[in-house]
C-alpha cells in the first residue's frame, strides 16, 4: 500500500478526489466549528460530511456512466464510485445466495474455509482486545462469547450468501467516541443497517464512496493520533520502536502479517534484555502459602506477554477462585515487561473488586527501562548522581533543607577541616572547620540541585562542588517525590 500510494495520487480522479477531500475536512474541522454555532454541535461530523458529499456527488451526476475531460486527461464517473446497493426496497432479497455443499468435497474449499475461520478470529480477537484499552470504564471483552458470536454470525450470513464479518475496531471506535457504553449499541448499530437497506437502498446508493473512506481516515487518525505515540514513548523508547514498526508493517502488508512483525520485533528486544528463551512461552512460578489467607507466586526468569496468560491463570486460581490474598513476588524474573506491568495493574483492580489484596514485590530491585509506572523492569544496576559538596559548617542546615526539597531522599554529612587553593596560595595554612555532604539523586533531581547550586550557591559563598555517576541496585530508594509524580 505505501508503496503504491504515489500511483493512488497521481491517478486520481479529480471530482472523486474533491469529495474526499471536502470530506475529510469536515471530519477535522466540524468538532471546532460546530462548538461555535450553538445548537449545531449537537450534530456528528459524520452526518454533516454526508449532508455536503450526496449534493456534491448529485451535481458530479455519480449517478450516471458519462467521462469528463481535464487538462488532456480523461475521466470516468458512474456508479462504481458509490455505495453499491439494490435498487429497490427489500431488493436485498433478491442476492440470497444458497450454499452448495458439494463443493467440500473438494480440498481447495477447506483451504478457504480455515483461512477464513483463522484470520476472522484472530483479527476479531486483537479487535476486541484494542477495544478494551479504548474503552473508558477498562472493562473487558469476554472473549469466549465474543468467539461464539463471530461464529454463529458467520454460519447464519454464510447460509444467506453473506461475507463473512469479524468485530471490527473501526466501527467500536466510532461508537465509543459518540457516546457508546453497552453492547446495545452494536445490537442498534446493526438493527439501523438492516433496516436502512431494506427499506431506503437507493438512498444509500446516492452515498460516494470517498466519503465514507474520509470517515475511515479520520477514525485512523484518531487511533494513532500524535499524543499516542507520546503517550507510548513515555512508557519506553522500545515500546515506541514496537508501535511504530507495527504501525508501518500493518500499512505495507495486512493486519495480521503486520501484528506477527511487532511481535517478533518484541521477542527480540526481549532476548536482548537478557530474556532466556525457555522462558518466552512458559514462566517459572513457585506457589508457596504465606499464612492462612495469602499465597505468595514467585517468579523466576521472565514476566512478559507471551508466557503471561499460564501466570494470569495462576493468579487467578489462587487469588480470585480461591478467594485469597496474593502476593506476586518478581525479584528473581530477569524482565518484567510493559504489557504484564500493565496487567498486573489491571489485576489489582479485580482484586480490589473482591475484597482482596494482590501485592507486587521486587519491583524496587528491577530497574525501570523508563519514568512510566508500566514500564518494563529488568534487572540490573540503575545509574545515578552523588552530588559532593564541601562548605562551610554554618551553610550545612541550609543546604540539607534545600537539598530535600528538590527531591533528595537524604544526605550525609561528615565534619571535615581543610584550605582551599585561595589559603594554599597566601601561605595560610589554618584549616577552617567545613562539612562534607553527599547526596544520591535522579537525574531530574540532579539538574534541581545543580541549577540551585548555581543560582544560589556558588555567586554567594565558596563551596567546593563534585558530581559523580554512580550505580545502585535499589533505584526507588532515591528517587523523590518529584519522579513518582511523574511516573503516573
Given amino acids: 500500500m505505501l508503496r503504491e500510494f504515489p500511483h493512488y495520487i497521481a491517478e486520481a480522479n479529480p471530482a472523486i478526489a474533491i469529495i474526499g477531500i471536502v470530506s475529510l475536512l469536515i471530519m477535522f ?11 449545531l454541535k449537537v450534530i456528528p461530523s459524520p452526518m454533516v460530511v454526508l449532508l455536503v458529499a450526496v449534493p456534491m456527488g448529485m451535481a458530479f ?12 486527461h480523461k475521466y470516468q464517473l458512474g456508479n462504481q464510485f458509490l455505495v453499491d446497493m439494490p435498487d429497490r426496497v427489500f431488493g436485498m432479497f433478491d442476492k440470497i445466495t444458497y450454499p452448495e455443499f458439494s463443493a467440500l468435497a473438494q480440498p481447495k474449499a477447506w483451504k478457504w474455509v480455515f483461512m477464513f475461520f483463522i484470520i476472522g478470529s484472530l483479527e476479531s480477537l486483537l479487535s476486541a482486545k484494542a477495544v478494551d484499552l479504548l474503552d473508558p470504564w477498562k472493562r473487558k471483552t469476554n472473549m469466549d462469547r465474543d468467539m461464539i458470536a463471530i461464529g454463529a454470525g458467520n454460519l447464519c450470513a454464510s447460509l444467506v450468501g453473506g461475507l463473512p464479518m469479524i468485530s471490527e475496531i473501526v466501527r467500536s471506535k466510532a461508537n465509543i467516541d459518540n457516546g457508546a457504553r453497552t453492547r446495545f449499541a452494536d445490537l442498534w448499530h446493526g438493527m439501523f443497517l438492516l433496516i436502512c437497506v431494506a427499506l431506503i437502498p437507493t438512498v444509500l446508493h446516492m452515498i460516494p464512496l470517498a466519503a465514507l473512506a474520509a470517515m475511515l481516515v479520520y477514525t485512523g487518525y484518531r487511533l494513532a493520533h500524535p499524543s499516542e505515540f507520546v503517550h507510548v514513548y513515555r512508557i519506553g523508547i522500545e515500546q515506541l520502536a514496537i508501535f511504530v514498526t507495527t504501525l508501518i508493517a500493518v500499512l505495507a502488508t495486512d493486519l495480521l502479517i503486520g501484528i506477527f512483525i511487532g511481535i517478533l520485533l518484541k521477542m527480540i528486544i526481549h532476548a536482548t534484555n537478557g530474556v532466556p ?10 506457589v508457596e502459602d504465606y499464612d492462612e489467607n495469602t499465597s505468595i ?5 521472565s514476566a512478559v506477554f507471551s508466557n503471561w496468560i499460564p501466570f494470569r491463570r495462576q493468579i487467578e486460581q489462587i487469588g480470585l477462585i480461591q478467594h485469597r490474598n496474593l502476593i506476586i513476588d518478581v525479584s528473581n524474573a530477569k524482565l518484567v515487561d510493559h504489557s504484564v506491568m500493565e496487567k498486573l495493574h489491571e489485576m489489582k483492580r479485580d482484586f480490589e473488586q473482591e475484597d482482596l489484596i494482590l501485592e507486587i514485590r521486587g519491583l524496587d530491585s528491577l530497574q525501570p527501562l523508563a519514568n512510566s509506572d508500566h514500564s518494563a523492569r529488568k534487572q540490573g544496576l540503575a545509574s545515578l548522581r552523588r552530588i559532593t559538596i564541601v562548605a562551610k559548617r554554618d551553610l550545612e542546615k541550609w543546604l540539607e533543607t534545600e537539598f530535600i526539597q528538590r527531591g533528595a531522599t537524604g544526605f550525609t554529612a561528615i565534619p571535615c577541616y ?34 540551585f547550586l548555581r543560582e544560589e550557591v556558588l555567586p554567594k559563598h565558596k563551596v567546593t562542588t563534585c558530581v559523580e555517576t554512580v550505580d545502585v541496585i535499589f533505584k526507588d530508594a532515591f528517587e523523590g517525590a518529584s519522579d513518582n509524580n511523574n511516573s503516573h
Avoid at 29 to 39: F, Q
Avoid at 277 to 286: C, G, I, R
Avoid at 422 to 434: F, H, M, R
Fill in 29 to 39: 474541522l466540524w468538532p471546532m466549528i460546530g462548538k461555535k454555532l450553538g445548537p
Fill in 418 to 451: 581543610g584550605a582551599g587553593r585561595t589559603l594554599i596560595e597566601k601561605g595560610d595554612l589554618d584549616v577552617q572547620d567545613q562539612v562534607r555532604i553527599e547526596v544520591i539523586v535522579s537525574l531530574r533531581d540532579y539538574e534541581k540541585i545543580i541549577a
Fill in 297 to 301: 507466586i514467585i517468579a523466576r526468569e
Fill in 277 to 286: 528463551l525457555k522462558s518466552l512461552f512458559m514462566p517459572y512460578l513457585e
Fill in 61 to 72: 451526476d455519480l449517478l450516471h456512466e458519462h467521462s469528463y475531460t481535464l487538462q488532456g
